[in-house]
């Protein structure tokens, strides 16, 4: 599966060395901008990678000069000569990326990929974005999971979005999309006493509020043709996840314009995202110790699809890191 593990901007000709999924990863790019990835580490006396340079395309150890291509391999050991030909085991583990959108995804899962990555079809080039990340004490379930939570607004967000004591939740709505990703429906109201809804006697085009997840790290708050919040949520090793937060906007037509307002609104959203993290990051880091009711549904859904991903369980639940 595709995960999206970095910003494009954060990747350029310098080596960059992150830890992402459990794994200490070098990314660069090579002439024509193209983006690589490595295990972080020389084959011969373990040095960073990260720590060197990119030479004619390949990055260069910073110790003995050894320089690796894209695919892992060493192509030369300069103190043994141009001439010499490394053998075959001079090579680190090399992992698929692909770059779109400006998000650098990572192949990790079974076999080889047989298709891009997904992103939100209604978001065009059109629109421009600002962006924010942080790292959260959170595992990546809990991160995911808070932003498919419908029915925690007027608690965690009662200054701020989750105003008007909505409390009551009907439903909600999900509908799956494909195998890998779903939009759900919220129906919240002020709770006077009347039933709550069951999702099948509900229409998903009822609601005006919607939002869309694709499996297993993009999320997506529609909140108006010309405004959308995305996110995405990278597991850094099995107790913390680095978020991406993005603010789109498609208001004036004017991109530039538009780029200044989207800058204008990431405090706010900021302050939102922090109102979450002072609750998420109390929350019992084991996810299957939990009780759920109807209102979850979307995490329901969510679980069910995670659960199909045997490496990805193993490395959330498994022994080790």
């Known amino acids: 599966m595709w995960f999206a593990v970095l910003s494009s901007n954060e990747v350029r000709r310098k080596p960059v060395g992150v830890r992402r999924l459990g794994r200490d990863l070098v990314f660069w790019r090579d002439s024509l901008g193209k983006v690589y990835a490595l295990e972080d580490f020389c084959v011969h006396r373990r040095a960073r990678l990260s720590a060197g340079k990119v030479i004619n395309d390949r990055i260069q150890c910073p110790f003995h000069g050894f320089e690796y291509d894209g695919n892992g391999r060493v192509r030369l050991i300069p103190a043994l000569g141009k001439n010499y030909k490394v053998p075959d085991r001079f090579r680190v583990n090399s992992y698929p990326v692909y770059e779109k959108n400006n998000i650098i995804w990572l192949w990790s899962g079974e076999g080889e990929p047989e298709k891009e990555p997904k992103f939100f079809d209604d978001i065009d080039e059109d629109f421009a974005y600002a962006e924010f990340r942080e790292l959260w004490n959170v595992p990546f379930p809990r991160a995911v999971e808070n ?24 439903g909600p709505v999900v509908k799956w999309i494909d195998e890998d990703s779903f939009i759900f429906y919220v129906f919240n109201e002020v709770d006077r006493g009347q039933r709550v809804k069951r999702p099948e006697e509900l229409s998903g085009e009822e609601s005006r509020v919607y939002l869309e997840f694709i499996f297993p790290n993009l999320w997506q708050n529609h909140i108006s043709e010309g405004t959308r919040v995305v996110a995405f949520f990278v597991p850094v090793d099995r107790q913390k996840t680095m978020i991406y937060l993005r603010f789109y906007v498609k208001m004036t037509g004017l991109k530039p314009v538009d780029s200044i307002i989207a800058r204008l609104s990431m405090p706010l959203n900021r302050i939102i995202l922090h109102q979450d993290r002072r609750v998420v990051e109390t929350q019992e880091r084991d996810i299957r110790k939990d009780v759920l009711v109807q209102g979850d549904l979307p995490i329901m859904e969510f679980r069910k699809r995670l659960y199909k991903e045997k490496k990805l369980i193993d490395f959330l639940f498994g022994g080790g890191q």
């Open 147 to 170: 932003q498919l939570d419908v029915m925690h607004l007027p608690f965690v967000h009662r200054t701020t979005i989750g105003r008007g004591n909505r409390t009551l939740v009907h």
